[in-house]
T-cell receptor, first 116, second 111 residues
Framework: KAGVTQTPRYLIKTRGQQVTLSCSPI?????VSWYQQTPGQGLQFLFE???????NKGNFPGRFSGRQFSNSRSEMNVSTLELGDSALYLC???????????????FGPGTRLLVL | QKEVEQDPGPLSVPEGAIVSLNCTYS??????FMWYRQYSRKGPELLMY????GNKEDGRFTAQVDKSSKYISLFIRDSQPSDSATYLC???????????FGGGTRVLVKP
C-alpha cells in the first residue's frame, strides 16, 4: 500500500505570494491533518479534515487554510507569505480519526517551503 | 512556556547502550501519549503509544507514563546506529488527531 504522498517536495516563494500544497492520504484513509515543523516551534498542528469538513483547527492565522476533496485528498493554502512561514509542512492521514479509539497517524515526507 | 517540553539534545551514546528519553507536560487533560521517530528528510513515524499511566514494551522499546508527575519516558535497549534519529513525544486529550508535540531530541548512536 502506498504511503502518504505530498507535492511538491520543495518550494521557494517570495514574501507576499501565496502557495498551495497537496497531500494524498493512504488509500482508504479519510482523515487528513496538517502540521507545520520549524526549528524554533517544533511540530504544530494546523488543522484536520474529515469528509471534506474541517474538524479541528490549531492556533494559526486565517492566512492558513485548507480543504479536502471527495477522494480524501487535501490541499492547504497559505496566502500573503511571510518569512516566518518557512517550514516543513507535514500531512498525516488516519482511517477515520473519529476519536473513538486510538488510530495511528501516518505522516508524509513533507513539503519544505522557503520564503525569501 | 510550551505545553510539552523535551530536551533537544543531541544525546550521543555508544552502540549497545540504553537510550533514555523523556518529556514533561503541563496539561493534565492529556490522555494519549506517543513517541515518534523522525529520520532526516522524512516524516515522523509512530513508535509506540500509551493510554493513561503505565508501562508498555515493544521489542527494544519501553514507554512509561507517570501522569501524577506529568512525565513520560522512552527507553531504547541495545541501541543501534540505525536508531540515530530525532525522537518526538506527542500527546492528545482524546483519541482524535490533534496532537501536541515536544520539540524532539536528536539521538546519535555511535558504532
Amino acid at each position: 500500500k502506498a504511503g502518504v504522498t505530498q507535492t511538491p517536495r520543495y518550494l521557494i516563494k517570495t514574501r507576499g505570494q501565496q502557495v498551495t500544497l497537496s497531500c494524498s492520504p493512504i488509500s482508504g484513509h479519510r482523515s487528513v491533518s496538517w502540521y507545520q515543523q520549524t526549528p524554533g516551534q517544533g511540530l504544530q498542528f494546523l488543522f484536520e479534515y474529515f469528509s471534506e469538513t474541517q474538524r479541528n483547527k490549531g492556533n494559526f492565522p486565517g492566512r492558513f487554510s485548507g480543504r479536502q476533496f471527495s477522494n480524501s485528498r487535501s490541499e492547504m493554502n497559505v496566502s500573503t507569505l511571510e518569512l516566518g512561514d518557512s517550514a516543513l509542512y507535514l500531512c498525516a492521514s488516519s482511517l477515520s480519526g473519529r476519536g473513538l479509539d486510538f488510530e495511528t497517524q501516518y505522516f508524509g515526507p513533507g513539503t519544505r517551503l522557503l520564503v525569501l | 512556556q510550551k505545553e510539552v517540553e523535551q530536551d533537544p539534545g543531541p544525546l550521543s551514546v555508544p552502540e549497545g547502550a540504553i537510550v533514555s528519553l523523556n518529556c514533561t507536560y503541563s496539561n493534565s487533560a492529556f490522555q494519549y501519549f506517543m513517541w515518534y521517530r523522525q529520520y532526516s528528510r522524512k516524516g515522523p513515524e509512530l513508535l509506540m503509544y500509551t493510554y493513561s499511566s503505565g508501562n508498555k514494551e515493544d521489542g527494544r522499546f519501553t514507554a512509561q507514563v507517570d501522569k501524577s508527575s506529568k512525565y513520560i519516558s522512552l527507553f531504547i535497549r541495545d541501541s543501534q546506529p540505525s536508531d540515530s534519529a530525532t525522537y518526538l513525544c506527542a500527546m492528545s486529550k482524546a483519541a482524535g488527531n490533534k496532537l501536541t508535540f515536544g520539540g524532539g531530541t536528536r539521538v546519535l548512536v555511535k558504532p
